[in-house]
């Protein structure tokens, strides 16, 4: 089964178990952000910005240094607890010897704390870097960082999942789901940045990207 097909099997899973009311309001934010008018991301043909951030393990990776070794997937996701995240996450593992294969490299941000980045299962499981932007800094940097509407802060508090502790800051923000290509000159090739955060760029369209580079 492709991601995008896993994707949706996985919103139809959650629209059968979902009470509605919650599932309205999950559906306003997509909605808003996708009216909101706001030019998500950054675009093809600009330089992707630097940084330095620290993985489940607590070391230190740097973006360009990255960039020095090959083209680097760069793939911001909203965190473990998101079930899209974690089929994105888990499809992209087995998509990573064939990016290697290329001599590409696969990064992925979350706003999640190091020590709630991976389960021990993930770090075993997960074998490219995943790293913590805690603060969303470099989510700013990429133009897809928001603060959480309160609507859905009461929703996720209602089910005990408070972001600001699991994300170890005191602001409730998430990155819009985003992956950009970026080749060995720091310039990114392609952006794809989509607020419905049930869809993500399936390996089929990264490999036919990769291959550009």
Not at 36 to 41: E, F, V
Not at 109 to 119: F, I
Request: net charge negative.
């Amino acid at each position: 089964m492709s991601l995008t097909h896993d994707l949706e099997a996985a919103k139809q899973e959650f629209i059968t178990h979902t009470p509605l009311e919650i599932q309205t309001e999950m559906f306003r934010q997509i909605r808003e952000q996708q009216e909101s008018g706001n030019a998500w991301g950054l675009q093809e043909g600009q330089k992707a910005k630097d940084f330095t951030l620290k993985n489940a393990l607590g070391e230190e990776v740097n973006l360009y240094e990255e960039l020095s070794k090959g083209p680097v997937i760069l793939t911001f996701y909203r965190g473990g607890w998101c079930p899209f995240c974690n089929r994105q996450l888990k499809a992209y593992q087995k998509l990573l010897p064939d990016i290697e294969a290329l001599g590409g490299r696969l990064i992925a941000v979350s706003p999640q704390s190091p020590d709630n980045t991976l389960s021990h299962q993930e770090k075993e499981e997960l074998t490219f870097q995943v790293l913590s932007d805690t603060h969303g800094l470099v989510a700013a940097f990429y133009n897809i960082l928001y603060d959480v509407p309160d609507y859905i802060q009461d929703i996720m508090k209602q089910i005990g999942m408070d972001l600001s502790e699991y994300n170890a800051t005191n602001r409730w923000i998430l990155p819009i789901p985003s992956t950009f290509m970026i080749d060995e000159s720091a310039i990114i090739r392609s952006a794809y940045v989509n607020p419905d955060y049930m869809q993500r760029l399936d390996p089929k369209n990264i490999m036919r990207e990769l291959r550009k580079l």
